[in-house]
């Protein structure tokens, strides 16, 4: 066993007490995912009767500084490759420092040091934040060039969203000729699986897998269709079952579609993504239970989305989180069911059952009820072509949220941390240190 030398993690922990480092390590990154959409969705939770969220109740916590080499405001390359290499590198920038010089990840390290190693993502495999652990482009927009990373990692298991159709590029003379990635995947030892069904059903012996569920990413949670693509939390329990073994494992899973639901500022449709993260966080930390001297669980997030706050001018100190449970579908699933309705009354029925709102009162105190002017808010928005978004804003409102930004924002986030370990995670870190501590428990 490796004996814990990192200067991070001079408070000693359980398993330091024991010499050794965590043999199982779970890094889950709730993308666009700092206090704010933590808060919300506790509070959601609790106010649906199911107490807080899992990952706000581990007994460690760092305020998590998330700024890149360029600029306060980090996106999620850069972000990415900070939590995964400890670099801190431009905005863009996937695995590479801020020289373009190719960074090691605590994935690589877990992998050379002999660990199974996963990558688990809710958006496309080969977005910013997966990348960031296994691909080494100056430009996250390399799409085809990461993906060509991805199938030589000799990572042991990709789940979750697709290639972002970047898999068959063969005339570019920029890249090597990988040809059609998927069979360059299967000739590199990979196991394509296309069906939920397939995926549930799949055993360690069936060795090296990588999931082609969609092309795309992952459906928001709060529109998903979970009889044809796993949940996040059954893509975390098919990581372990597959990666658990002698050698122990790292696994990285992100909850990528928080933050485009924080770029359109859809309150319901973030909180909807960071539950099934919670969900997904949940497994972990049963698996912790039954491996409370092995195993290290850390929850963070890469930057915070859309400038959210819990409270809002015109609730006054009031907050009624629970009017969210009202929304049944993303803003943006909204609008495609409106796009071929010809009349702002034929919208009426659609704008009740994505939303709740109520268009006439019938004399219960439904809080969902619009006023004259929110009903006009809507029938201007419709003349004007932008009724999804008149609708998420009166939502915010209505639940007493705000909203200061459609991009991303310099706030930090939380890094919360349970099992051996843990303790490391403590005060005020930057993002680089969350690959230090990990990477510290490979070295040789
Ligand atoms: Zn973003």
């Known amino acids: 066993m490796k004996r814990l030398l990192c200067a991070a993690c001079a408070v000693l922990s359980?398993?330091?007490?024991?010499?050794?480092?965590?043999?199982?390590?779970?890094?889950?990154?709730?993308?666009?995912?700092?206090?704010?959409?933590?808060?919300?969705?506790?509070?959601?939770?609790?106010?649906?009767?199911?107490?807080?969220?899992?990952?706000?109740?581990?007994?460690?916590?760092?305020?998590?500084?998330?700024?890149?080499?360029?600029?306060?405001?980090?996106?999620?390359?850069?972000?990415?490759?900070?939590?995964?290499?400890?670099?801190?590198?431009?905005?863009?920038?996937?695995?590479?420092?801020?020289?373009?010089?190719?960074?090691?990840?605590c994935a690589e390290a877990a992998r050379d040091a002999g660990r199974k190693v996963g990558i688990v993502s809710t958006v496309t495999i080969t977005h910013a934040t997966p990348a960031g652990f296994y691909a080494h482009r100056r430009s996250r927009g390399e799409l085809?060039?990461?993906?060509?990373?991805?199938?030589?990692?000799?990572?042991?298991?990709f789940a979750g969203g697709g290639l972002d159709g970047q898999y068959d590029k063969t005339d570019d003379p920029l890249y090597p000729a990988y040809g059609n990635i998927y069979s360059c995947a299967e000739s590199n030892g990979y196991r394509i699986v296309s069906t939920k069904e397939e995926f549930l059903a799949l055993k360690p012996s069936d060795g090296k897998i990588l999931t082609r569920f969609t092309d795309g990413p992952l459906e928001a949670a709060i529109d998903a269709d979970y009889a044809r693509e796993p949940t996040l939390a059954e893509l975390v329990s098919k990581a372990i079952e597959m990666l658990e073994g002698e050698n122990g494992f790292f696994l990285m899973v992100e909850g990528g579609r928080i933050d485009w639901a924080g770029?359109?500022?859809?309150?319901?449709?973030?909180?909807?993504?960071?539950?099934?993260?919670?969900?997904?966080?949940?497994?972990?930390?049963?698996?912790?239970?039954?491996?409370?001297?092995?195993?290290?669980?850390?929850?963070?997030?890469?930057?915070?989305?859309?400038?959210?706050?819990?409270?809002?001018?015109?609730?006054?100190?009031?907050?009624?989180?629970?009017?969210?449970?009202?929304?049944?579908?993303?803003?943006?699933?909204?609008?495609?069911?409106?796009?071929?309705?010809?009349?702002?009354?034929?919208?009426?029925?659609?704008?009740?059952?994505?939303?709740?709102?109520?268009?006439?009162?019938d004399g219960t105190g439904n809080p969902m009820l619009l006023s004259d002017g929110e009903k006009d808010e809507l029938s201007d928005a419709w003349v004007a072509g932008r009724l999804p978004d008149a609708c998420r804003i009166i939502m915010s409102r209505k639940c007493g949220i705000g909203w200061s930004s459609g991009a991303h924002t310099a706030m930090p986030v939380l890094t919360t941390a349970a099992g051996c370990g843990a303790e490391a995670f403590a005060g005020q870190i930057e993002n680089t240190a969350i690959a230090e501590i990990i990477k510290a428990f490979y070295a040789r």
Do not use: W
């Open 263 to 361: 770029h359109g500022n859809d309150a319901a449709t973030n909180l909807r993504d960071v539950l099934a993260l919670d969900a997904a966080v949940n497994v972990a930390l049963g698996f912790l239970d039954a491996h409370p001297s092995e195993t290290l669980v850390v929850v963070t997030g890469d930057h915070e989305t859309g400038g959210m706050s819990m409270g809002f001018a015109g609730t006054g100190y009031a907050l009624y989180m629970d009017r969210l449970s009202n929304q049944t579908m993303s803003v943006g699933r909204f609008g495609a069911r409106i796009a071929g309705v010809q009349s702002f009354e034929e919208a009426i029925p659609a704008i009740r059952e994505a939303f709740g709102f109520r268009f006439d009162d």
């Open 144 to 157: 085809y060039a990461i993906a060509a990373d991805l199938v030589d990692s000799r990572f042991d298991f």
């Open 14 to 105: 359980l398993c330091a007490a024991y010499a050794a480092s965590p043999k199982y390590v779970f890094l889950f990154i709730g993308d666009g995912m700092s206090v704010p959409q933590r808060m919300i969705a506790d509070e959601f939770s609790r106010a649906e009767g199911n107490g807080p969220l899992a990952m706000n109740a581990m007994p460690h916590t760092a305020v998590t500084r998330t700024c890149s080499a360029d600029s306060l405001v980090t996106d999620s390359a850069a972000a990415a490759t900070a939590i995964a290499c400890g670099v801190k590198t431009f905005n863009g920038a996937s695995g590479v420092d801020a020289e373009g010089k190719r960074a090691y990840s």
